[in-house]
């Protein structure tokens, strides 16, 4: 029977210290088989208005860390192309983002919808992220911004029911709040896992609605959480606890 291991984090706010990223990769590096390490968002320093021109230098931290990917928070996100661009050129792994487009053709996004990665036992993986809008068309602001957000929860589902016929795992990194993910979960569409974020929620045990897991670790660096997977395609269990940092 293979046995998958997940670590995953949220809400850093740039609070991840040297010692607390080499404890997480110790730990890691220490659990027999395949793994992955994910970030549910809003883990650089800058705020929604600012951003640094050369980056976030946490992103150089977790690209060390060999983080497989990261769901835009509301902290990464920026209305110009310059902005977030620079709050997401550090890193040097997947950032994921579903439900923002660009307002014009041509407008670059630095971020893609999903990556699929291969699992030594259990066959494809598919990651999808989803964040809270921060610009939508009935905003004001939508005239100073680049891109504009669709609903999460409506991508969410889309999306899913899309990726799920040619994957073994479906995980749903989400920077939406918990009360999206619930919605998300209770829909049943075939997310195995929800890891989320936004909410700064510490739920030690993971909540389980329908066949979905969601999990969520607290903010700050406080925590890192750790879902262990075991089983086949089509008969998997899903555990879940939260590590102190």
Do not use: W
């Not at 041509?106 to 699992?119: E, H, Y």
């Not at 799920?164 to 049943?188: P, T």
Request: aromatic share 6%; proline share 5%; net charge neutral.
């Amino acid at each position: 029977m293979a046995t998958l291991t997940i670590f995953h984090t949220n809400d850093l706010h740039d609070k991840l210290t040297p010692a607390k990223a080499e404890h997480i990769s110790s730990v890691r590096a220490s659990t027999d088989g395949p793994s992955l390490l994910l970030d549910a968002g809003d883990a650089v320093g800058s705020g929604n208005v600012t951003f640094k021109l050369d980056g976030e230098p946490i992103l150089d931290v977790m690209s060390g860390m060999k983080y497989d990917a990261m769901v835009v928070g509301n902290r990464e996100f920026h209305v110009s192309q310059t902005g977030f661009r620079a709050k997401t050129r550090r890193a040097r792994f997947p950032v994921l983002c579903a439900n923002v487009r660009p307002r014009s053709a041509g407008t670059p996004l630095p971020c893609v919808p999903f990556i699929r990665t291969s699992i030594a036992g259990f066959g494809t993986a598919a990651v999808f992220g989803i964040t809270v809008p921060m610009v939508t068309e009935r905003m004001a602001v939508r005239h100073l911004s680049a891109y504009t957000f669709d609903d999460p929860e409506t991508t969410g589902r889309e999306l899913a029911r899309r990726l799920r016929g040619d994957c073994a795992l479906l995980i749903c990194l989400s920077h939406a709040g918990l009360s999206v993910d619930r919605s998300l979960a209770i829909a049943n569409v075939g997310i195995d896992l929800i890891v989320g974020g936004h909410t700064h929620a510490a739920l030690s045990g993971g909540e389980r609605h329908e066949d979905t897991l969601i999990v969520q670790a607290g903010s700050h660096a406080r925590y890192f959480g750790r879902v262990t997977v075991t089983g086949v395609p089509g008969s998997l269990d899903l555990s879940a606890e939260m590590l102190p940092l």
